[in-house]
């Protein structure tokens, strides 16, 4: 039995299908950037500080709602 294998341009062809258009988060649809995956930037932009104060925030309400749980 023979081996089968995709001839070579049937494997060019798959490597084309995954470059996609690509949307920034945060944009609305009407400003997104035709750019490929290949030439994404690392700039991902998040905002580290932002998701701690809700996290501490959240961490408080919760302390502070702790105190009306009977029992304890």
């Known amino acids: 039995m023979q081996r089968l294998r995709k001839p070579r341009f049937l494997r060019h062809a798959t490597e084309l299908g995954d470059l996609r258009d690509i949307g920034h988060i945060g944009c609305s649809a009407m400003s997104m950037m035709n750019q490929s995956r290949l030439g994404i930037g690392t700039d991902m932009r998040l905002h580290a500080k932002e998701v701690l104060v809700t996290f501490l925030r959240l961490m408080h309400l919760g302390i ?7 029992g304890r």
């Open 64 to 70: 502070a709602l702790s105190f009306l749980v009977p």
